[in-house]
């Protein structure tokens, strides 16, 4: 019976290398029912050499790639499939398990064996297979030789010129073909010319979110709320254009400017204080005090122990009147904030201490649905406040730091910062004053006192109704 099902099943090989027989393949084998988007750049994948698509967040790109592989793999005898892309776990935590899904109940379950690395015909390990090649050394992807070779290259926004070399010097035979797929996050590179400057070499599509059954109106909707219809962040994430600038920070330098040219002729509201800590080495200890949308202090130290920083926050509670302190525990925070908490009640201060972790999950759902994590939600919410209008105090070192911080979107579209440790491997310094403004402007919860917080959170937005 398993000798008839094969037959059965190479009978049809012919049919489904035919025009159109990648899709029916699909529908058939696979019992996928692709979009009108997908199906176009499917018949492309078929007939082309050279294919390359754009696309915004959650159009079936990840479906794609794992379609075009499976057909390749079972269509085309003895067929080779390198796998990379600028990510290292992206193949390996996106597209395999997607492949594995499409196989999982179809009638090639039985043929098409899967391990970590490798996907390949049963019998057939080193010679009929899909590998998964690492993205830190174009080497890798060298030496690849077959009458149906298949590069799929994903997030090929990252694609290095070195990697396009052995590629373009790969697909020399007439069974060879490239597939490039990703959101089109930079204005330069392989891929960006492979739709701009070498269109005319290339099979090339883009997948819009606004085109597709796929993805909900409210998603675009948010995104276009949240960022602007006409920004870089919904050209990429939802048209799935290109970006208009080549930067990817997350605030940008017009919103600090414009925050140090507007003024408030009168503070009102609670009085916030931001403390980032450091101890040691270059970094530096930020106190950064505001009221309501206004500054009234900065003050920076260098080299302090945990009891000369608790003492000298008291100083200023005691001098400033400040109702709450935002304090990020990392570092050597987590020692001040237990210092501040015991002084606090011990002089029976009437102030909230606010404990926030940078790297904390967020404390709700609807924010853990579209940020990876707190400083994502910090940064997001003061990104917010600029836009609204504050009284940002003028500081070149404030406005380098909060402008030069990368930012990207994990595979479940969350907002995500660039670490300290990446700004640093960049030359940057460590971002302690842009972290300590940011924790001056956050209202919401961190570890601690959620009821206090509840209630600063009443009064702060019966002061904020006057502005």
């Not at 390749?72 to 997607?98: G, M, Y």
């Not at 030789?145 to 396009?164: N, Q, R, T």
Request: charged share 35%; net charge neutral.
């Amino acid at each position: 019976m398993a000798k008839d099902k094969f037959q059965g099943l190479i009978s049809k090989m012919k049919e489904y290398r035919e025009p159109r027989g990648f899709i029916k393949f699909v529908k058939e084998q696979l019992g996928a029912n692709p979009t009108k988007q997908q199906e176009k750049v499917m018949e492309d994948m078929q007939k082309e050499r050279k294919i390359t698509v754009k696309a915004g967040h959650g159009v079936g790109k990840t479906a794609l790639a794992a379609w075009f592989l499976i057909w390749f793999i079972v269509t085309h005898p003895f067929a080779r499939i390198p796998c990379t892309s600028n990510k290292e776990d992206q193949i390996k935590e996106r597209l395999w398990p997607e492949v594995k899904k499409w196989v999982r109940g179809s009638p090639w379950d039985d043929y098409i064996i899967h391990n970590k690395t490798r996907i390949h015909i049963k019998g057939y390990p080193e010679d009929w297979f899909a590998k998964i090649e690492t993205a830190s050394d174009p080497d890798n992807l060298a030496g690849y030789h077959a009458k149906y070779l298949l590069y799929i290259v994903d997030e090929a926004s990252g694609l290095g010129k070195e990697f396009a070399q052995v590629i373009q010097g790969a697909i020399t035979t007439e069974g060879a073909k490239v597939f490039m797929i990703g959101n089109p996050t930079k204005r330069s590179g392989y891929f960006y010319d492979s739709h701009t400057k070498n269109v005319d070499k290339w099979a090339n599509h883009t997948l819009s979110c606004r085109n597709s059954p796929l993805v909900s109106e409210e998603y675009i909707k948010d995104m276009e709320d949240e960022w602007g219809k006409d920004s870089d962040v919904v050209r990429v994430r939802v048209d799935g254009k290109f970006p208009k600038s080549e930067s990817d920070s997350y605030i940008s330098i017009e919103l600090v400017e414009q925050a140090f040219e507007f003024e408030l002729l009168e503070a009102i509201g609670p009085k916030v204080l931001g403390v980032d800590v450091a101890r040691f080495g270059d970094d530096e200890i930020v106190f950064h005090g505001r009221q309501g949308r206004k500054d009234i202090e900065r003050l920076t130290f260098t080299k302090k122990r945990t009891t000369n920083v608790t003492g000298r926050i008291i100083e200023r509670i005691r001098e400033v009147g400040y109702e709450k302190v935002n304090i990020d525990v990392g570092n050597m925070g987590a020692g001040v904030i237990d210092q501040l908490i015991e002084k606090v009640r011990e002089l029976d201060l009437d102030v909230i201490v606010n404990e926030i972790g940078f790297g904390d999950s967020p404390p709700d759902e609807e924010l853990k649905k579209h940020n990876k994590d707190m400083t994502a939600v910090m940064w997001r919410n003061f990104r917010d406040k600029l836009k609204e209008g504050i009284d940002l105090s003028h500081d070149e070192k404030v406005k380098e730091q909060l402008t030069n911080r990368k930012y990207e979107f994990d595979g479940s579209g969350r907002l995500k910062l660039e670490s300290k440790k990446k700004m640093k491997a960049r030359g940057l310094d460590s971002p302690d004053r842009a972290d300590a403004c940011v924790l001056a402007y956050y209202d919401g919860e961190g570890r601690s006192n959620p009821e206090d917080l509840e209630t600063f959170g009443t009064s702060y937005a019966k002061e904020a109704s006057v502005w």
